[in-house]
């Protein structure tokens, strides 16, 4: 189940009071003694593991699956997972059991699976899914390929649609992400409408629901819609808008999530053939207008569609297709137990064919730390949660169902970065140090300039810029570096007003650690 990439081959300072001097002074020596004397829990609070120095790996736990689309959490105290399949079907795993072979419920007779974007796409619990025995379901329907979002109630193996909105013309960029936010409240994305270039000038337009994320209250109804919109949505009231858009100026917002801790909306939209982007959105941050089709990913998007005093919000995170990666799909933020002290607070996504593993956190200063940390199996759809937490991922094809795990490697090297700039241009001196054991004989140096930047020259290195990434291969006299010695090469580069240096780096294919 390609996630919709048109070039893919598949599927915040408080103020202190002032002390009272009266009375108090003998108390101040005591009292500052106090404050400036960490407690025990805060001297032990550990540092955030390096993102470089985190592995994840995956371990298959069962196979069988028909081209798996999502997964959903229970919260019924069962641990079981609920995994859609293409076709209209939702499978039951529990890790006690395995697969169950019978499945929880079919609508196959209502789904189009036409096409290789089309069919079951998304699943959502609400939070008193075990009292209540609803879920919601969204999916491409019968006979027309109408996205479609539905409650199913599985005491009465009854399927009600609540809302659809007509995709006939194309069969990809249907979106199809379900998740209940930390305000009760549903949220769904739908992808522009297909084909390419945003045919439709969808994303900027407000009339239509391709190309957004949408968020209702499907706890009750207000006729004569089988579901009410918000109050606060932010569109509410603004003549020829869809009172259910949430955020638009989206491409194909195939996966998103929220962190269970702050709330925050990370997004992974697939783009056109150029960038990759995962967005990143403050909680209850409504009306927000992501670029498409006047941006994709950082970069404007030719014949794109660009309202005058639009303002479009930027992307935390972009990725080329030149890494080898095609359709981003957006994970979660990690917040179980198990990983807690690796990989707590911090986004997990991957891509469809690529399948490498991205770690992003903020880095409290307005970015974000990044870094590869590991591959996934082939494929992989989508990205799920526990109840408690811990992840696991779906393959499209052949169909498998793995639990990822995470692990601390320390790098076997280390880039130190020097800048010098000026005006337009650039020289970066890059020192690259075996900290390992053994040497590495025959080297390759991966790295992405931020955007903007253009390679002019190089040294010590045979360096080729693809879009903003790079290859640096080894010169004759430097090809070996033996442990703990290092090799020197640089670049000159011109730059549109961004002269940082690269972020991350990956040599021979293993993530380094980044020096000063």
Known sequence: MQPCHIHAHRLFRRRRPALLVAGLALAVPALLLTLLTPSPAAAAAPSPVPLPSLSATTTQVASGLKRPTALAAPDDGTDRLLITEKSGRVRVYHP??????????????AVDESGNERGLLGIAL???????????LAYTALPDGAVTLARYRLDASRLEPLLSQPHAEYSNHN??????GPDGNLYWSIGDGGGSGDPFRSGQRLDTLLGKIMRIDVSRACAPLAYC?????????????RPEIWLHGLRNPWRFSFDRADGSLWIGDVGQGHWEEIDHLPAGQGGLNLGWSCYEGPEKFEGGDC????RYTEPVFTYSPYTGGCSVIGGHVYRGREYADLVGGVYIATDYCSSTVWALRPDGRGGYEQAEIGRTPTQVTSVGATVDGEFYVVNDLPGGLHRMSFSREEPTCRVDRTVTSWGTGATVDLTVTNTGDTPVSGWTLAFTLPFGQTVVSDWNTELTQLSNTVSAVNAPHNATIAPGASVTLGYLTAHTGDASPPARFMLNEDACAVGR
């Open 126 to 136: 609400p939070p008193d899914f075990a009292e209540s025995q609803e879920l919601y």
């Open 229 to 241: 919109v918000p109050g606060d949505n932010p569109f509410v009231g603004t003549a020829g808008a």
């Open 175 to 180: 979106g199809g992400q379900l998740a209940f």
């Open 96 to 109: 006690d059991t395995g697969l169950a072979s019978a499945p929880l419920l079919d609508i196959t007779s």
């Open 307 to 310: 309202p005058p005093g639009a």
